[in-house]
């Protein structure tokens, strides 16, 4: 409890220093298709940098999607900056519509978000001190695979899941869905993953069969084989009122990864915020000015920095 409350003390110091560091600097940078914004914080000479990167769908630099706007990773790169943490942030593939310059939707594979954070982790080192792997949702499987395809000086896992996101996204459907209704889609969501085209698509799967391929490409990977090969430090942050992932995804991650760093916040949910209930997780999901769990922000600022979070399950 003593610890806990000591965090919660730094963070009200970090808030005021967000206040303090409202001058960091923010620049609009493009690495070849891919836009971004790089946040470093003033007076510090070669900062580590994090790189940021976001879940699921269409998710713009600042954590935000069409229909929910938590503004995840705007957030988090404020309160790293005020740490003396420079962060680079970027729009996924997709995000305000789709580019012609990454080809055609219906050839997108799930190894382009991984070359795309390749090509940005290749930006930014030499120009840091450290560069850092930041992932949230499916945007930890992306740093994942980024992690054992470029080097990098640290790994950080926020509610990121342990199964194949197939897999998940039936476990999640499961418990909503009516037997008769979710019966099909899992089936149909099988045969995607084996390589099957479904057309038509069952209802309640809106996935055309044009875009199968793509979407095959993402339910199949595996977090786990290739976290078990990842050298580089890893910090594993997740929260007890995440209702799109489980415990079991948390302590999978970390007996994968038996030497990293874990942290396990038991109010916090799958936006990285605090919240009571499942009604105030749902309003969550639309509040951008709701600060994210203080805890967090100290334990990936501390591990960033070089220091020790400690171990907690």
């Given at each position: ?30 690495v070849g298709a891919i836009d971004a914004v790089l946040r470093v914080p003033p007076d510090v000479e070669r900062p580590p940098v994090a790189l940021l990167i976001a879940g699921s769908g269409t998710t713009d630099r600042d954590g935000n999607g069409p229909q929910i ?163 580089a430090p890893t910090l594993i942050i997740a929260g007890g009122r995440d209702r799109q992932l489980a415990r079991l995804d948390f302590i999978a991650l970390t007996a994968a990864a038996p030497t990293a760093k874990t942290l396990w916040l038991d109010d916090m949910n ?44």
């Amino acid at each position: 409890m003593r610890a806990r409350t000591i965090l919660r003390a730094l963070a009200i110091v970090g808030l005021l220093a967000v206040a303090a560091n409202a001058s960091a600097e923010e620049s609009q940078i493009h690495v070849g298709a891919i836009d971004a914004v790089l946040r470093v914080p003033p007076d510090v000479e070669r900062p580590p940098v994090a790189l940021l990167i976001a879940g699921s769908g269409t998710t713009d630099r600042d954590g935000n999607g069409p229909q929910i706007k938590p503004a995840t990773l705007k957030k988090l790169a404020e309160q790293l900056a005020a740490r003396k943490i420079a962060t680079l942030r970027y729009d996924k593939r997709g995000a305000g519509g789709w580019k012609p310059e990454f080809g055609r939707p219906e050839d997108f594979r799930f190894k382009d978000y991984v070359d795309d954070a390749a090509a940005l982790v290749d930006y930014l080192r030499g120009k840091f001190s450290k560069v850092i792997l930041v992932g949230h949702s499916e945007g930890g499987l992306v740093a994942i695979l980024t992690a054992r395809r470029v080097p990098v000086d640290r790994l950080v896992l926020l509610a990121t899941a342990a199964r194949r996101q197939g897999d998940l996204l039936k476990a999640q459907l499961e418990k909503k869905l009516p037997a008769e209704t979710f019966t099909p889609i899992a089936k149909a969501i099988d045969d995607i993953m084996a390589g099957q085209i479904v057309d038509p698509p069952p209802q309640g799967l809106s996935i055309p069969p044009a875009m199968q391929p793509g979407i095959a490409s993402a339910f199949t990977e595996d977090p786990i084989a290739p976290l078990k090969l990842v050298e580089a430090p890893t910090l594993i942050i997740a929260g007890g009122r995440d209702r799109q992932l489980a415990r079991l995804d948390f302590i999978a991650l970390t007996a994968a990864a038996p030497t990293a760093k874990t942290l396990w916040l038991d109010d916090m949910n799958h936006v990285l915020v605090d919240v009571v209930d499942d009604g105030d997780d749902l309003a969550a999901y639309n509040q951008p000015e709701r600060a994210l769990d203080p805890d967090l922000i100290e334990a990936v600022a501390a591990f960033i920095l070089g220091g020790d979070t400690g171990k907690i399950q």
